[in-house]
């Protein structure tokens, strides 16, 4: 009798012990189970392309790299690419300075408008102001046609102003985010000790803003060489280093080149973001004086007002004329050429069946990663153990990195046992999953800053498990963010194109592929059909995050994060 | 004083009048500042004070009215050509320059040659007692350092007139007392017209040559600390600048030659000293009875002129003071007992004594 009773209590401690264990261990198993999936769907791939870039039929080699320092084009590609982030990031700052001055030291009258419209670009794929080149002035472009030009479009120009329009509410955002955080007393003061417009200018304004520029230039370095699309639409015979990955994989099946190129591509990447984290140590200026505030208007002298606001306005009418040109061709079999207006590129099957396709993949893409961006969010905050740092900067870094890399990583890693994903939806979602994990992580990260970690204990200490404490505490409060990194996902995703445009079968197109296809062919029509559909999804993902962030109090940075 | 008032004064404001947008925040203004003297805005937050400094320091525009400094209409001079020179409450400072850099800002500025600008900012730098700290970078400085440098470099032009708008308010208590005395000795020292805003009536009142206390975008009084103390204008400025005990009541007559009058109260009549000209026989009055100017005693006996009896209900002993409350009938009244030296019998007396003094300031009723 007193054996039983004495094994029976035994039995239950021990399964509590276990009960124990995994409650207190439950965030560590947790880490490791998404650490596994970080390592499997995002180091393993890239990991795939630096092998795949050494190792030749016979083992470890360099010959690829000899090859590629050695041969003219591949000095010449890379050579563009680096002139062409150069270029951008120049132009991109000054317009996103001076629309960023206007919009918030300028007179009222302008700073919502030109906030808005510097923003538009963000609810349009990049590739959009490559399209809407064509309609203007390829070689049936309106403008060319109108006035018998005979110039070329695709090339390093045309590229370059795509780019520089894509880039432009990047820019913006970042640089008005670093004026806005200026106390503005600083720029007062020195208006008062006697400074003119321009003084306050050279001698207060950008000195401190220097760092927040910096960091703006470097993003927008990196963001404009890794873009795909513009440079492989507009390209024409000017070798960029994105398209050219995609040639050599799609066009010569040459992994091993392709990889080499994307190993290349990535590299200044990585410098430029060791730099920035040298050059940006403890450099905060901006951040003396705290919350943001709108400063009053000043009475800005002609003399940098008259610039400004000419700048900001042609960069403003731009960016609206790319879109009003891209929704009429929308109309028109070829705008300009055919004059009757038709609903045919709307109806176009193909192109319906790829938005289609495009909006499972990004649903389940955003499903999944806004799963994993709350538990990775919460594993990060919460979490006590060691490489906490390390599972945060890997999910973030899917970002940085640009697209074409991950999309070659997927085709080594995965289009081979263990784990052959090729050819089906998963393998277009679980891409865009990884890559766009970073701005799920980061609103959950910013909401779990917001409530403090006694509400948890408080919950715990009522007696409530892990598990229980998680579910009923944790998720309610993090629901928003998950919400938003659900629709970010999702929007990001149904038009992202540079990683998924080597993972399309023939079989399933997506819709930022048909673009592509349909803009590099010629069928300018379908291709503005394609892209207004894609835009008015985005919009109304817009709007619903807006409405949440609102709602919820999520932070601006969430909508900023998203948009970059 | 008298030499002053012949002065031109240094600043004038001439019905001031700000809308943002249909919104009006200052609501007809009209100010003279004298030459060296110190003028606070004060009042509650959101009644304008810090709109009207921006207002005179050229950073907001105005909507109607003048602002003439020394004469001369700077209406539509933007901040960088009026001779005025702003110290902000977040003190401003430049970041990335040094101490001597910043204060040596507005010279380099306006050109001053080299040796000039280095010699004025030693002197600045001595005058703020800050000499050692020119190489300095702002933010090894402590918030006291800071306040100084912000000060040393609003001085260095040799402006007019210095706004300082809520300059101590980022300090703590004790260094706020050190540095209002400060503030107020160079002030002095150097004769310069300073506009200053608080929202503290007590700072307000230990700095200030005048007050002007501000509400809803309108001045409701200007006058000396001693005035607005002692006299305020209305219900409104009495409690802002000070616990009050009012006291609902009616003047029963007037004796022009005793210059006394008596005021009929729910609480019974008390005779006050007749100072203001305006009061009538009838007028319904409110007494302004401060809570250091009842005397507190501890018999309840007799039946003396201005004597109430009421019951003392809470006595806490502070050190210098002990403030009561003691219930006169139905009403509540704070006392404040100064240098409470008998304490020990206050702490269990139930009835106590409360004299109103005889010049207490009496509030004309609107009828």
Known sequence: ?564 | MDMNATEKPMLILKDIHKFYGKNEVIKGVSLEVRRGELVTFVGPSGCGKTTLLRLIGGFTDISSGDIILDGQRINDLPPNLRDTRICFQNYALFPHMTVAENVGYGLKINKWPKDKINARVKELLEMVELEAFGDRMIDKLSGGQQQRVAFARALSLEPKVLLLDEPLSNLDANLRLVMREEIRKLQERLHITTVFVTHDQFEAMAISDRLVVMKDGLIEQVGTPIEIYERPANEFIAAFVGYVNFMDGRIASIDEKTRTMVVDTQYGKFEINLEQEDIRNGDEVLMVVRPESVSLSLDCGGNRQNVLCGTLKTYMYAGSLAKCTVMVGDKKMIIDQYNPRDAVHFKHAEKVEVEIPRSVHLLKKKK
């Not at chain 1, 955002?173 to 955080?181: F, G, P, Q, V």
Request: hydrophobic fraction near 55%; aromatic fraction near 12%; proline fraction near 4%.
């Open chain 1, 1 to 564: 009798m007193a054996t039983a009773e004495l094994s029976v209590k035994l039995q239950s401690s021990s399964g509590s012990r276990v009960k124990d264990f995994l409650n207190a261990n439950m965030i560590n198993i947790l880490a490791v189970f998404l650490f596994l999936l970080l390592a499997f769907f995002l180091l393993y791939p890239i990991i795939a392309v630096l092998i795949k870039s050494f190792r030749g039929p016979s083992g470890f080699t360099l010959e690829y790299y000899r090859s590629f320092f050695s041969k003219n084009y591949y000095y010449q590609s890379l050579y563009n690419t680096l002139l062409l982030g150069a270029i951008n990031t120049i132009v991109c700052l000054v317009i996103g300075f001076c629309l960023a001055y206007i919009t918030t030291r300028g007179p009222w009258i302008l700073r919502k408008p030109l906030k808005i419209i510097s923003l538009v670009p963000l609810i349009a794929p990049p590739y959009l102001f490559a399209l809407s080149l064509i309609i203007l002035f390829g070689r049936n472009g309106l403008v060319t046609r109108m006035f018998d030009l005979h110039w070329e479009l695709y090339g390093f120009g045309g590229v370059v102003i795509s780019q520089t329009l894509a880039f432009i509410p990047l820019a913006f955002i970042m640089i008005e985010s670093t004026l806005m955080s200026l106390n503005p007393n600083l720029e007062e003061s020195a208006y008062d000790m006697g400074a003119s417009e321009a003084t306050i200018l050279r001698t207060i304004t950008i000195p401190l803003m220097a760092p927040g520029l910096l960091k703006a230039a470097l993003l927008i370095f990196v963001m404009t060489i890794a873009e795909f699309g513009n440079a492989a639409i507009l390209g024409g015979r000017t070798p960029f280093l994105a398209p050219d990955t995609y040639t050599m994989i799609t066009g010569e099946s040459d992994f091993n080149m392709g990889s080499v190129l994307s190993v290349i591509l990535i590299a200044p990447c990585i410098i430029i973001f060791l730099i920035h984290n040298y050059l940006l140590e403890g450099k905060k200026f901006t951040t003396i004086g705290g919350k943001p505030v709108a400063s009053e208007p000043r009475k800005i002298t002609p003399l940098i007002k008259v610039p400004f606001v000419i700048i900001t306005t042609a960069a403003a009418g731009a960016i609206l004329v790319c879109f009003a040109v891209v929704v009429a061709a929308s109309f028109y079999k070829i705008l300009g050429v055919t004059h009757k207006a038709v609903l045919s590129n709307y109806l176009d099957f193909t192109s319906n069946q790829a938005i289609y396709n495009s909006i499972r993949v990004s649903l389940v893409a955003a499903v999944i990663g806004a799963v994993i961006g709350v538990l990775l969010a919460y594993v990060i905050v919460r979490g006590k153990f060691f490489g906490r740092t390390f599972i945060e900067m890997v999910s973030l870094s899917g970002f940085a990195l640009p697209g074409t890399v991950l999309g070659i990583g997927y085709l080594l890693a995965f289009s081979a046992p263990p784990l052959k994903l090729t050819g089906g939806i998963m393998i277009l979602a679980l891409n865009c999953v990884f890559r766009f994990l970073a701005v799920g992580v980061e609103a959950g990260i910013s909401k779990l800053h917001q409530i403090h970690i006694e509400i948890e204990e408080a919950s715990s200490d009522l007696g409530a498990s892990f598990l229980t404490t998680f579910y009923r505490i944790v998720l309610p409060i993090m629901f928003p963010a998950f919400i938003a990194g659900f629709i970010y996902t999702f929007m990001t995703a149904i038009v992202s194109l540079s990683a998924v445009v080597f993972l399309v079968s023939p079989g399933f197109q997506l819709a930022a592929v048909t673009i592509f296809d349909a803009a590099v062919y010629g069928e300018i029509g379908v291709a503005s059909a394609t892209t207004v559909k894609l835009v008015f999804i985005v919009m109304i993902c817009m709007m619903i995050l807006n409405y949440i962030t609102k709602k919820t109090r999520l932070g601006s940075g969430m909508i900023k994060s998203a948009a970059v």
